[in-house]
């Protein structure tokens, strides 16, 4: 019998989305499911609504169980075969919070600030130490167990537990699911099916062949419906990557209010006009996160007090991955994996996002070689602040914070250097304060 835990399992709707998509995957539905939180409601909540379903799908054939509590997690890991993450450490509030407002006083804007810029750089900090103590709790209870990673910031996380620690890991988003279908869609081009390949880091892997099912290349007209969507005047939600497009020439796997900020381009300070003239929401993460605080409680009384949770198996790769390990038959994904030797022109070290084969015998990545240079260096720029913050919390130096920040394009496109010194210890302390240390 499989043993599957959720760590960060208050994230309810995300819990729901995956452990469905196990409860409806013939392999898996008897599984044993560990839930695993440190906010005793969220968990409680996720209990509730994951047991429920359990009845409504798979006639309780599934063994749910909680576990609240850091002194309880190593209970909740021992004897698993797939630990899926999905934590935020320190939330909202205090740290989002923290992220978007302490830099803002030194004029450093975001729209997003889970992956990148000084808000990435920071999520990671505070992230990679409980990450550590998982990965020692993992190695004594379940050592063969394969980590499943979603929490942001993809990259370094990732990264940080496949260069650091003895747990088999693989990086997983939502974004290489969707990228081709959404530009097809966003621009009109009505096709019977397509063949793409996608290769890259996190949220700017390129979407580097596309055709139809007749082998017919759709990227000529693909850029040139982009380009005279820009040209319009008509805002959308996608000028950024379309702006890609038109400069180098590729799309990217993730949206354009991610990439507005993983780059010196379009937030700028000195030219505040370009904020409207591409469409960038400034302070976008914030407002989500509000608007689910604020929608969930409903949420959560109309899924317990309805007769039955109804659910179709998502674009997850969390259950496909389990089930191709099982069962041996293999299935592709989109994987975020170390960077062997599999694009050529992207440093060897980096955490890279490849089309990957999964099968009985684990994850095997796919070689890339050279992606256009270009393209390669975009990807770099993004690459050196991740590993300079990966170094930051294995050193727990401060300096290397302040180089990770220094080397990352939006904030030194913006700062000088003593601001964005003084910016990091500003941001040190003020997550030490909230009980979410960073160099531990």
């Not at 596309?210 to 005047?233: F, H, Q, T, W």
């Amino acid at each position: 019998m499989v043993k599957i835990t959720f760590v960060g399992a208050g994230s309810t709707v995300f819990a729901r989305n995956v452990l469905g998509d196990v409860m409806m995957t013939e392999s898996l539905n008897d599984a044993d499911i560990a839930l695993y939180d440190i906010d005793s409601q969220r968990l409680e909540d996720s209990y509730l609504i994951i047991s429920k379903m359990n009845e409504n799908i798979t006639g309780g054939k599934c063994r749910i169980e909680k576990y609240l509590g850091v002194e309880n997690r190593k209970e909740a890991l021992r004897g698993a075969d797939f630990v899926v993450n999905a934590i935020q450490v320190g939330g909202y509030e205090p740290c989002t919070v923290i992220d978007f407002e302490i830099p803002k006083k030194y004029g450093l804007r975001q729209t997003i600030g889970d992956t990148l810029g000084i808000g990435g750089i920071f999520r990671a900090l505070r992230t990679i130490p409980v990450l550590r103590d998982i990965a020692e709790d993992m190695a004594q209870v379940c050592p063969n167990a394969l980590f499943l990673n979603y929490t942001n910031p993809m990259a370094m996380l990732t990264g940080y537990m496949q260069r650091f620690t003895d747990i088999k890991t693989i990086g997983l988003c939502h974004s290489v699911q969707v990228c081709s279908k959404r530009i097809l869609e966003a621009l009109d081009i009505k096709v019977d099916g397509f063949k793409d390949k996608i290769a890259g880091i996190n949220h700017m892997g390129w979407l580097l062949e596309i055709y139809d099912l007749e082998g017919n290349d759709l990227y000529p007209l693909i850029r040139k419906r982009a380009i005279e969507k820009n040209d319009s005047g008509e805002k959308h939600g996608d000028m950024v990557r379309f702006e890609y497009i038109r400069n180098f020439g590729y799309y990217c796997t993730e949206s354009s209010e991610h990439n507005a900020e993983y780059n010196p381009f379009y937030i700028k300070s000195k030219y505040p006009e370009l904020i409207e003239k591409y469409n960038i929401p400034l302070d976008e993460y914030p407002r989500r996160c509000v608007s689910q605080i604020e929608g969930w409680e409903k949420q959560r009384e109309d899924i317990l007090n309805g007769d039955k949770i109804e659910h179709t198996r998502s674009r997850e790769y969390a259950s496909r991955i389990m089930e191709a390990c099982v069962t041996g038959n293999p299935y592709k994904i989109g994987g975020n994996v170390i960077n062997t030797g599999i694009i050529t022109n992207l440093p060897q070290n980096a955490c890279v996002e490849v089309p990957c084969m999964v099968d009985g015998m684990g994850i095997h990545p796919t070689y890339i070689g050279d992606l256009p240079e270009v393209l390669a260096a975009m990807n770099r720029t993004n690459i050196n602040p991740q590993l300079l913050t990966i170094e930051a919390a294995v050193s727990k130096r401060k300096e290397d914070v302040y180089m990770a920040a220094m080397l990352e394009p939006h904030t030194a496109a913006e700062l000088s250097v003593d601001d964005i010194k003084a910016m990091c210890d500003e941001l040190l302390e003020a997550h030490k304060n909230a009980g979410f240390p960073c160099l531990v």
